[in-house]
């Protein structure tokens, strides 16, 4: 059987357009995009700035305001580390939530050593932040806000025009990790009053490695203390030759998406609905991860109650997913999103994260759905826990020893 | 990243079912873990003569847990209750090349048979 690769939150193929308008400037126009004095770096440079270009109307932001780093991980560290170092005269209170990726929660934590205070705001049982609990946190010592635009587990969306009005309504700086949302949902800085944003390349058919940082430079004109320091490429903020290759590539694709969002989420969506039908057709106990109506087209969160997750990823072989099982991590702790919206231990073990994709077929989904149901019933046979909920015992209330 | 034999029992199980209420005295039931901790065993063996005639399982967890628990069934079975005390973890790690993420499923696979053997000889005072 062909593989079926449903993890397209953690990464997606590259696009082969994408690819073809990368390769010649592995090559052929090899030049370093800051030599300023011969053709090679002048063809550089123009595609960088075309590509910077294809970045920033994807997000209704100027090319000037896109500052290129590795990848998302980067963008949210200079973002918070970047605001927090030059705004601490004005104040040492972020705000962000505990369902953030490590990339945000890690330099927030970081910056707790450094003096600074941080607000974890909780969130609901479908992932969403409290807007009225955001403004309460907000202090005249408020520096950031920090929240995510679709959450990576269970794709729940925030609402980033109201959050980016509540901020700008009290002059905090509103940063978002778009990673999971770029070219996926529509997204525009000015519309929804966001001062930064991180991306990243390969979530969206562009290659790994590379990804920005927008960083808004009129009303209000955001500044930045670099975490690299080197060479002042990227206006100072981010030194470091550029990757050229990548950035064409990233560039390229978000030209695509946004010729092609549209017609993909639809079709997305509709894949999703299909697999999430398809499986309550023919099994009992699932249990739906984030919210059902503002969520990601193509992202699909399910707990199978009385099956672990590792487990039924062993039986779909062939079949790429991911689990917030514990023994999937390397932590041995179930995953922190879900536990985060009141997900029962229990349950955090048995989800499955079906993430789809730009060449995902619904044959694929098809076969999908049969090997689940197929590996779940057989694996509820072999579960003392299906049988005990058969039995009408209620498992929170057996006294387990744990270990 | 699986090994054969902890594919083999995934795929495979040996002595999946429950024993049913009768012979009640005969049976030993250990059930150990918890829904929390991702896994579960609940492991029966059947007890004549001071042997171990028949033995059964049930487990919600990961593969390594389903592998170690279908093992566990194997080798008790025609085994006497003090011989199955003496299979430890490590054996049962060993047999199936359990990497060091996994021996936490062996460990159970032990408690499970240590407790179905004290709830049998709980049966016979």
């Known amino acids: 059987m062909k593989p079926i690769y449903l993890d397209y939150s953690a990464t997606t193929p590259v696009d082969p357009r994408v690819l073809s308008k990368m390769l010649p400037y592995f090559t052929q126009l090899f030049g370093n995009a800051a030599s300023k004095n011969h053709g090679f770096g002048w063809a550089a440079e123009q595609a960088v700035d075309e590509a910077r270009a294809q970045i920033a109307a994807l997000i209704g932001a100027e090319a000037k305001e896109i500052v290129i780093t590795s990848g998302a991980t980067e963008s949210d560290n200079l973002a918070l580390m970047g605001v927090a170092e030059m705004y601490k005269e004005k104040g040492n209170h972020i705000i962000t939530c505990v369902t953030e990726h490590k990339a945000v929660l890690d330099p927030a934590h970081y910056l707790e050593t450094k003096g600074f205070e941080v607000t974890f705001l909780p969130v609901d049982k479908e992932g969403m932040v409290d807007l009225e609990q955001l403004e309460a946190a907000i202090t005249e010592k408020t520096i950031l806000i920090s929240l995510m635009a679709v959450n990576n587990e269970i794709g729940t969306i925030h609402p980033l025009k109201k959050i980016g009005a509540l901020a700008k309504k009290h002059g905090v700086l509103f940063h978002t990790d778009a990673t999971q949302a770029v070219g996926k949902i529509p997204l525009d800085v000015i519309d929804m009053d966001i001062d930064l944003m991180s991306m990243s390349a390969h979530k969206m058919y562009g290659p790994k490695g590379v990804g920005a940082l927008y960083v808004r430079r009129r009303k209000p004109r955001v500044r930045l203390s670099p975490i690299v320091h080197g060479g002042g490429h990227e206006r100072g903020m981010r030194s470091g030759t550029l990757n050229v290759t990548g950035i064409v590539g990233f560039g390229e694709a978000c030209r695509l998406a946004g010729l092609e969002m549209e017609a993909e989420a639809k079709q997305l969506a509709q894949m999703r609905d299909r697999l999430h039908q398809g499986l309550e057709a023919k099994l009992d106990y699932l249990y739906l991860n984030g919210h059902p109506a503002e969520r990601l087209p193509g992202l699909l969160n399910i707990s199978f109650a009385f099956v672990e997750g590792e487990s039924l990823m062993m039986g779909m072989e062939n079949i790429a997913v991911s689990s917030g099982s514990a023994c999937t991590s390397a932590s041995l702790e179930p995953s922190y999103v879900l536990r985060a919206l009141g997900v029962g231990e229990d349950l955090a073990h048995c989800s499955i994260r079906f993430s789809m994709g730009r060449f995902t077929t619904e044959e694929e989904i098809d076969r999908t759905i049969e090997k689940v149901v197929a590996t779940v019933t057989r694996l509820r046979e072999m579960s003392p826990l299906y049988d005990m909920a058969k039995a009408g015992i209620d498992i929170n209330t057996i006294q387990w020893a744990g270990h | 990243m699986y090994s054969e034999k902890v594919l083999d029992h995934y795929n495979h199980p040996k002595n999946v079912g429950t024993f049913d209420g009768a012979d009640e005295a005969a049976v030993g039931t250990g059930i150990v873990g918890a829904p929390e901790c991702g896994d579960v065993m609940k492991l029966q063996l059947k007890v004549e003569d001071g042997k171990i005639v028949d033995a059964k ?61 004290a709830d049998y000889q709980s049966r016979q005072s």
């Open chain 2, 57 to 117: 399982f049930k487990t919600f967890g990961c593969g390594s847990a389903i592998a170690s628990s279908s093992l566990a069934t194997e080798w008790v079975k025609g085994k006497t209750v003090e011989e199955a005390l003496s299979i430890t973890n490590s054996d049962i790690a060993e047999e199936l090349s359990l990497p060091p993420v996994k021996i936490h499923c062996s460990v159970l696979a032990e408690d499970a048979i240590k407790a179905a053997i």
